[in-house]
């Protein structure tokens, strides 16, 4: 019954899709917003550490390590921005994922050390790569890709949370994130072999 | 109240809404491996074409069911994760020798091994699924598009292959049910001839 109301009110909800906000210069915080979708490297990025985060050993830390992550983010879009720093290039974001994913593979409880330093260098690595190019609304967007990062940070953790609640009675959900975590490594070994070769988009 | 049983309805329901919605992709008019659609699908679709790739990959999910724990996971952590290894070789252009009689002796191995219920140590089970995981990998990366959106169709390979497994494992389950075990042994005699005909060029 909850779920039926759910699903009527949010069709109810739903508006019509606009090209353009009313408020403005708002533009380019949505679009950074939606950059770790339309960049899919930093949204597993961001993803794959939100889930490697709700693995800490104490689950404690796991909002400590979304804000670490979060900050580590600010501050690389905050020294990109004012030193016009260039943007990472794509194999080292790929390696920044394929560490994620294999701490992700390798262990059911993560020490809180390990999120913790991949906080520390991929959020640096994922927010100098969200510079936007360009002066224009560059605050803006950067700001909203920072969001964005951090949204899909706390909504996988919060589905790594929610994994890690349920495996006291359903063991086996402790495999998900961790072959979800080999899927991720395994494609940034890809990413990382077409980056070394040159090609691949 | 929720009972155990209500937990584990909605974590089977959840599983399934996560697989229907990974392998849901969206309707397109145009087909290209270009941009982040197409490169995603020309990736999922790239394992779906080689039958040989496919005997195998359900091949390793059904051996790893057979095997149980801790095969039954590790073999679906291990293999796409070796297998990208292959694959990166692939990309680079490193050579390696008989790649496709490697693909096909896969599915006569691991057929032959599902046949005879081989329930082997699981560092040998390893070295085996390893050893033809490089194998397909490679294969794969050799014939990657150049215009290929490198993270998409990374991700769609992957997927495709993971998923493949887990369809595997999923039929594997079937090892405990009354005449499961037969059925399953059955199907691994049919993909070790699979195997033999992809060898000979028959298939």
Redesign the interface.
Known sequence: MRWALALIAALLLAGGAEAHTSIEGAEGFFRGLAHPVMEPMQGVLAGSFGLLAARAERQAAFRALVLAFALAVLAALVTALVFNAVLVPTWVLASGVLACGLGLAAFRHVPGVVPLGLALIAGPVLGSNAVSEGAAGQLATSLGSLAGASVMAIYLGGLGTWLAEREARLDWLHLAPRIAGAWVAATAMLVLAFAVQGGGG | MKT?RD??RM?RLT?ALLICSVAAFPAQAHEGA?G?QG?FVSGFTHPLYGWDHVAAMVAVGIWGAFLRQPAI?IL???F??V???G???G???VPLPFIEPGIAASSIVIGLAILAAWRAPLWLAGLIVGLFAIFHGHAH?TE?P??????????G???AT?LLHLIGIGFGLAVDRPGGRIALRGAGGIIAALGVAFLFGLV
């Open positions: 155990l937990e584990r974590a599983l270009e982040l490169g996971w679906p952590i291990v796409p994760l297998m990208a290894i694959g990166a070789l990309v680079m252009g990366g990657l150049g215009s290929a959106n490198a993270m998409a169709f990374a991700g390979f992957v997927i993971g």
